[in-house]
């Protein structure tokens, strides 16, 4: 069974299920959604961005798309299940089917986790299971090893865990430094997240265990190990 069939109901008058965005910082990857999700046939409607930082560079790129903003900022709690609670609140109050984190710099609880059960999309910048936490791309070229990359997860308790829905895959370049590498697993990023939440907010995944199976063949193009180096294009 996939998600499909709980989620007719969900779609609403806009006939796309509700997602929020969770981001804390820049937001290139919100941004990347909501280019994608202006395509007529894109399965989610960012229905909310939210922010634990008022500073938060990507709640620009929401308000200018008129998608509406709330910022909880986590240092008015006390504990990250009184934030998690008021997180919840606002996300049930919002009537959204799936969280996507995209940049969201917080840890949530397990409570919450499960909760949300397979309704959470993470996406973090290196090849699951490897480099889970911080500091992926120097840690990546540190290990030496010769690509690296990005995975969309659907989020378990343990952090950087869960089953991968996509990963895409970057060399790693004998100039890289950490900031070099990032801009190239940045650029997968935008590609990988919003694949990954339309396979999801489609209805299309089925998780069985640890794996995530989708329940599309994908277009050519998304098959994205083995990545073209356009001639063109490099430095
Ligand atoms: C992205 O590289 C994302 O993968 C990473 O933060 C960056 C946010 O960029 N997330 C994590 O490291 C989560 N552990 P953005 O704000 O421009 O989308």
Redesign the pocket.
Known sequence: MTARGRDAAATGPHGRVPVAVL????????KALIDAAKAADYPARIALVISNNAAAG?LGFARDAGIPTRVIPHRDFDCREAFDAALDDVLRQAGVSYIC?????RLLTPDFVTAWQDRIL????ALLPAFR??D?HARALEAGVRFTG?TAHLVRPEM?DGPIIAQAVVPVLPDDDAERL?AR??AA?HRCLPHALALLAGGLIEVRGQRALAHAKPASETYLFNPWLEPDKMA
Do not use: K, Q, W, Y
Request: aromatic share 4%; net charge negative.
């Open positions: 981001i804390s910082g820049r937001g290139s990857n919100l990507g984190l995209a940049g969201f710099m993470n996406i973090h910048p936490g911080l992926t990005c950087d990032g697993v940045l990023e």
